[in-house]
């Protein structure tokens, strides 16, 4: 059985950075497709980043400047590295992984293409 599950938010001042974790059991990053989703107060659960079992990232154009992901085959872990952040960048973020390939990139992929979720890790942004 697989489980995801996100670490690594807290609270930091604007310009500050965070690097989040996602951790997967029963389940080989190498192989699948894994992508960063947030959800916003008020706004809809929005795709960040994605990683394909090729190597592939994707980025959402609102923040590809300022985000990286990677991953860890070995640990089966998967980063999001987040850099001069916003209080717009506040939000619960969360991490999931889907059984095949990535579909598309972030920017065409939804909650739909992905089967497993972790319970999320919050980002509060100080300005």
């Known amino acids: 059985q697989v489980q995801v599950v996100e670490s690594g938010g807290g609270s930091v001042q604007a310009g500050g950075s965070l690097r989040l974790s996602c951790a997967a059991s029963g389940y080989g990053y190498s192989y699948h497709c894994v992508g960063w989703f947030r959800h916003a107060p008020g706004k809809e659960r929005a795709g960040v980043a994605a990683?394909?079992?090729?190597?592939?990232?994707s980025y959402a154009d609102s923040v590809k400047s300022r985000i990286t992901i990677s991953k860890d085959n070995a640990k089966d872990t998967l980063y999001l590295q987040i850099n001069s952040l916003e209080p717009e960048d506040t939000a619960m973020y969360y991490c999931?992984?889907?059984?095949?390939?990535?579909?598309?990139?972030?920017?065409?992929?939804?909650?739909?293409?992905?089967?497993?979720w972790g319970q999320g890790t919050q980002v509060t942004v100080l300005s």
């Open positions: 990683s394909d079992s090729d190597g592939s990232t």
């Open positions: 999931a992984a889907d059984s095949w390939g990535c579909v598309g990139t972030i920017a065409i992929m939804t909650e739909a293409d992905f089967d497993y």
